[in-house]
């Protein structure tokens, strides 16, 4: 996906929050990987309790950029930038799940087509109805089913799951499969991933322009707080209300503190001002900078 939001002026780039959410190894992190350009920090499992553990354990950011969609360029937009929210998928993890739902605009549904709906499918279900009012499912894994048979297994599970979902808000939803990274996890990196065109199609279709507003008292959710030796105190997270520019002072309460913020970044471009309506939004380190 070409990265067209870089150039663009921040005021004119929609941020779009879209929340990756599934049964553990149903393949998330994979797909968030096969879509993006540009990774935060915390992206794709770089925890090493992560990688020595084999399963997501926070939330990753990653992002990539579209073009403005027809049905939305008269908003004023020059570029869309979708935020994706790698959520875990272990049941042990649901309040990190849960605060990635919070944050959603869309959420993308994960099904392992070999599995079909899991423990943790349909509880992402059910935070996805609490959560936002939109809808992707995504089934993955599309390489592991016998290619003779693929098309009428597609269409079996596909219409499976209209069923369960005939119940929910999300009846009618699109399904849209995909092999992301077809071999597993361990496969070359050369391998391409499958239909993934066909995703990215369906999303720019179904995107939309959230509900934001700058106003109200400046309010941040933080993911990761850590120190860097000859820059001071990293924060890394998401705006949930109001706006910060630098140079302002920022309250930390559990610290019972105030700091000023020397410099923001948003996925690894310097910006002067962050709030709901500019970025929606992922700052990514140095990003509040004391």
């Avoid at 109001?242 to 690894?268: A, I, R």
């Avoid at 471009?269 to 990003?287: E, F, N």
Wanted: hydrophobic share 40%.
């Amino acid at each position: 996906m070409a990265e067209v939001a870089s150039t663009v002026d921040k005021s004119k780039v929609l941020n779009f929050n879209v929340g990756v959410l599934g049964h553990i190894d149903s393949g998330k992190t994979s797909l968030a990987k096969a879509l993006s350009t540009v990774a935060s920090t915390a992206a794709f499992d770089k925890n090493p309790q992560s990688r020595e553990r084999g399963i997501t354990l926070d939330l990753g950011f990653s992002s990539f950029s579209l073009p403005v969609p027809a049905h939305l360029s008269d908003c004023g937009y020059e570029a869309v930038q979708i935020t994706l929210v790698d959520c875990p998928g272990h049941a042990s993890l649901i309040r990190t799940i849960m605060g990635g739902a919070q944050i959603i605009d869309l959420m993308l549904l994960v099904v392992d087509i070999t599995k079909g709906m899991q423990t943790q499918t349909a509880e992402c279900l059910v935070i996805g109805e609490i959560t936002c009012d939109h809808m992707i499912v995504v089934l993955n894994k599309t390489d592991l089913v016998d290619p003779a048979k693929r098309e009428s297994h597609i269409s079996k599970v596909t219409k499976k799951l209209h069923i369960t979902l005939e119940a929910t808000k999300f009846a009618g939803a699109p399904v849209v499969a995909v092999a992301a990274k077809p071999g597993g996890p361990d496969a070359p990196e050369s391998e391409k991933s499958i239909d993934l065109h066909t995703l990215v199609e369906t999303l720019s279709r179904h995107l939309f322009v959230p509900q934001r507003s700058g106003e109200g008292s400046f309010l941040y959710a933080v993911d990761h707080c850590f120190p860097i030796r000859g820059q001071g105190t990293v924060m890394t997270g998401t705006v949930l209300r109001g706006t910060v520019q630098v140079n302002d002072t920022m309250e930390v309460p559990f610290l019972k503190t105030t700091k000023k913020v020397k410099s923001m970044q948003m996925f690894h471009q310097p910006v002067q001002q962050a709030s709901q309506v500019i970025a929606g939004t992922y700052l990514d380190p140095p990003t509040t900078r004391w």
